[in-house]
């Protein structure tokens, strides 16, 4: 089966920095795009980044600037570098893969920053 494995999250004073992994085992066919999510409660989960097979990005509005999403597509990693961090932030971050026939998701790793 596959599994995603997130690390990385933690506590961390605002304007701090985070880096998150996710790495995907198991037999994965064709990978689309890697990405990362977060919920914070009472909020619906929304897409922070992802970042496709070729290497095109795409970032929440609110992220932008501060966060970026790399990947290493032979190892079926993807990392989420957090900079500036804000309050705002605080939020269970979930990897997610869309690959060609099923999503997967990671059980989310929780970043939580303080003021």
């Known amino acids: 089966q596959v599994q995603l494995v997130e690390s990385g999250g933690g506590l961390v004073q605002a304007g701090g920095s985070l880096r998150l992994s996710c790495a995907a085992s198991g037999s994965i066919f064709s990978i689309n795009a890697m990405g990362w999510y977060r919920q914070a409660p009472g909020n619906k989960r929304e897409l922070v980044a992802a970042i496709t097979r070729g290497g095109i990005a795409n970032y929440a509005d609110s992220v932008k600037g501060r966060f970026t999403i790399s990947r290493d597509n032979a190892k079926n990693t993807v990392y989420l570098q957090m900079n500036s961090l804000k309050p705002e932030d605080t939020a269970v971050y979930y990897c997610?893969?869309?690959?060609?026939?099923?999503?997967?998701w990671g059980r989310g790793t929780q970043v939580t920053v303080s003021s």
């Open positions: 997610n893969i869309k690959a060609a026939y099923n999503d997967y």
